[in-house]
Nanobody
Framework: VQLVESGGGLVQPGGSLRLSCVASGFTFSRYDMSWYRQAPGKVRELVAV????????NYADPVKGRFTISRDNAKNTVDLQMNSLKPEDTAVYYC???????????WGQGTQVTVSS
């Protein structure tokens, strides 16, 4: 099982980044997919989730209206489009796969996002 994130980097406030996560080794379409983030000295927090069935989405309040999560089950990918970035968005961003019924969850290694002028 692998989740490999990419797309992180350094961006100025107000800028945009698009994170991607490529999954392998499990039946991607059966899993809810999420992005989490962890800033230095803080707990890991849920940013956005997209469900396996129906593709419903949900977002943490701080990112609503700025971030968009999407998935492509044919390509086994989940993306996070991040617009109007703020310094407080600086964190390591992690991709997560969750099969609640089966009790399986997988994590990627994380990708650093730094928002700074």
């Amino acid at each position: 099982v692998q989740l490999v994130e990419s797309g992180g980097g350094l961006v100025q406030p107000g800028g945009s980044l698009r994170l991607s996560c490529v999954a392998s080794g499990f039946t991607f379409s059966r899993y809810d997919m999420s992005w989490y983030r962890q800033a230095p000295g803080k707990v890991r927090e849920l940013v956005a989730v997209i469900t396996s069935v129906g593709g419903s989405t949900n977002y943490a309040d701080p990112v609503k209206g700025r971030f968009t999560i999407s998935r492509d089950n044919a390509k086994n990918t989940v993306d996070l489009q991040m617009n109007s970035l703020k310094p407080e968005d600086t964190a390591v961003y992690y991709c997560n796969a969750l099969d609640l019924r089966g009790g399986y969850t997988y994590w990627g290694q994380g990708t650093q996002v730094t928002v700074s002028s």
